[in-house]
């Protein structure tokens, strides 16, 4: 690790922070969408979840050109931003994590929703037979019994922010230490053909991944248990 620049680590820690915080922001957005998803009896709600589910097929130049709309100076975002006297969004951190959401949406929505489909509807009726609100009943049956899905969203949504490139680098650029993550960290290392440190945050990459897929077959395999 020796001869390495000194902000090497600086977009891993970045990126770690972004992950975190959109993690955090789609299990508590997410988790209702779910239970609505799943609960609901509305002819609609499929329609509801195609939107939420556009992220997996939409390219992420498309995206990211909405998501640059959305957060410029014309759009929301500037108007939120004006707020404490910025004028966009966009090339901020607090794009990133809204950009992130978005992005990451379906990754934590769709295991969480599996989870409260395979509950079924008898433990919420044993539950209401004594007397439990549907708050209630949603807290201490449906949650715990939906820990799995829990898990394997948080696991996915922060993975695959980890793993963002099109999207932040179209929304945030490249600003060290504010919208410089890991993924862009890479490419830029690439372009100036820094080939040790690119090998070093890759490889590190690469490990992350693989121990991302052996913790969604553990899980797996645990649920399968369960529900057996």
Same mark, same amino acid.
């Given at each position: 690790?020796?001869?390495?620049?000194?902000?090497?680590?600086?977009?891993?820690?970045?990126?770690?922070?972004?992950?975190?915080?959109?993690?955090?922001?789609?299990?508590?957005?997410?988790?209702?969408?779910?239970?609505?998803?799943?609960?609901?009896?509305?002819?609609? %709600?499929?329609?509801?979840?195609?939107?939420?589910?556009?992220?997996?097929?939409?390219?992420?130049?498309?995206?990211?050109?909405?998501?640059?709309?959305?957060?410029?100076?014309?759009?929301?975002?500037?108007?939120?931003?004006?707020?404490?006297?910025?004028?966009?969004?966009?090339?901020?951190?607090?794009?990133?994590?809204?950009?992130?959401?978005?992005?990451?949406?379906?990754?934590?929505?769709?295991?969480?929703?599996?989870?409260?489909?395979?509950?079924?509807?008898?433990?919420?009726?044993?539950?209401?037979?004594?007397?439990?609100?549907?708050? %209630?009943?949603?807290?201490?049956?449906?949650?715990?019994?939906?820990?799995?899905?829990?898990?394997?969203?948080?696991?996915?949504?922060?993975?695959?922010?980890?793993?963002?490139?099109?999207?932040?680098?179209?929304?945030?650029?490249?600003?060290?230490?504010?919208? %410089?993550?890991?993924?862009?960290?890479?490419?830029?290392?690439?372009?100036?053909?820094?080939?040790?440190?690119?090998?070093?945050?890759?490889?590190?990459?690469?490990?992350?991944?693989?121990?991302?897929?052996?913790?969604?077959?553990?899980?797996? %395999?645990?649920?399968?248990?369960?529900?057996?």
């Amino acid at each position: 690790m020796t001869n390495l620049p000194p902000d090497i680590w600086q977009p891993v820690w970045l990126t770690i922070e972004l992950a975190a915080i959109t993690t955090v922001i789609l299990l508590i957005v997410g988790t209702p969408i779910a239970w609505w998803l799943a609960r609901s009896k509305a002819w609609w %709600k499929e329609g509801v979840a195609a939107v939420v589910a556009l992220p997996l097929v939409l390219p992420p130049t498309v995206l990211g050109f909405y998501l640059l709309v959305l957060m410029g100076p014309d759009g929301p975002g500037g108007a939120l931003a004006s707020l404490w006297g910025g004028r966009t969004l966009a090339f901020t951190f607090g794009g990133l994590v809204f950009g992130s959401v978005i992005y990451s949406m379906p990754f934590v929505v769709q295991p969480i929703r599996n989870a409260f489909d395979a509950i079924g509807d008898r433990p919420l009726e044993v539950a209401a037979t004594l007397r439990a609100s549907p708050l %209630k009943a949603f807290w201490t049956v449906a949650v715990p019994l939906a820990r799995p899905g829990f898990l394997a969203g948080a696991v996915l949504g922060f993975a695959h922010t980890v793993g963002e490139f099109g999207i932040v680098l179209m929304i945030g650029g490249n600003i060290p230490g504010s919208t %410089k993550v890991l993924s862009v960290a890479i490419y830029d290392y690439v372009e100036t053909a820094q080939w040790r440190e690119a090998n070093i945050l890759a490889g590190g990459m690469a490990a992350f991944a693989f121990v991302v897929i052996l913790t969604m077959m553990t899980l797996e %395999k645990r649920t399968a248990r369960i529900r057996a």
